[in-house]
């Protein structure tokens, strides 16, 4: 996946069992919260858009982007109904700045190389059109950007939040709706804190 599979060198996942850390791409733990490994206090700068862990029937993973200082360069969440087979959902949460967010025109998001990575998918895919549709969200008018992928099994949104955090959802299999917005949420920082 040339660049997006370096950029999938750069996640971090965390775990709340005391596996070791597997290597980038693989994604075999259900996690409800999450806790750092490193003696670096832990924990997004930033509130994290996602769906509550509790609201979804299936497994939730994460992983955190650190930057050299220890600050939070984006926040990743993973939820997976298909029994450790691989996920169904990435939701990306990717500040300003964040090196995740730098890709060449035609390259795919963060989330989708990390979607592919967890389904062992290697194959070259690219972004091949966007369409902008507006969704509300509670009293809220989002401007979303729906990807066209190369993969027609993949879809992906993207949208910012007022705080200028760039929303990337990656689907596998699995058509994203105007309901799931619905869901979307702040989780509160606490999840992500070491404790």
Not at 55 to 60: H, I, V, Y
């Amino acid at each position: 996946m040339g660049a997006g599979a370096a950029r999938g060198r750069l996640f971090r996942r965390l775990d709340r069992t005391s596996e070791p850390v597997r290597p980038p791409g693989t994604y075999h733990c259900g996690m409800s919260f999450l806790r750092r490994r490193s003696a670096t206090p832990a924990g997004p700068d930033f509130d994290v858009l996602a769906m509550d862990p509790g609201d979804w029937p299936g497994n939730l993973g994460a992983g955190l982007l650190p930057a050299p200082d220890g600050s939070c360069q984006g926040v990743f969440l993973r939820y997976d109904l298909f029994g450790g087979r691989g996920p169904a959902m990435i939701i990306g949460n990717l500040p300003e700045g964040s090196p995740a967010r730098d890709i060449a025109e035609g390259e795919v998001p963060f989330e989708v190389a990390q979607l592919l990575l967890a389904l062992e998918n290697d194959e070259e895919i690219t972004v091949v059109g966007s369409e902008d549709i507006p969704v509300m969200q509670g009293d809220n008018l989002l401007i979303v950007r729906r990807l066209k992928l190369s993969e027609g099994r993949i879809s992906c949104v993207q949208f910012d939040r007022s705080d200028n955090v760039l929303v990337t959802i990656a689907a596998w299999d699995r058509p994203i709706t105007d309901d799931l917005y619905a869901l979307l949420k702040p989780l509160p920082a606490e999840l992500f804190q070491q404790g």
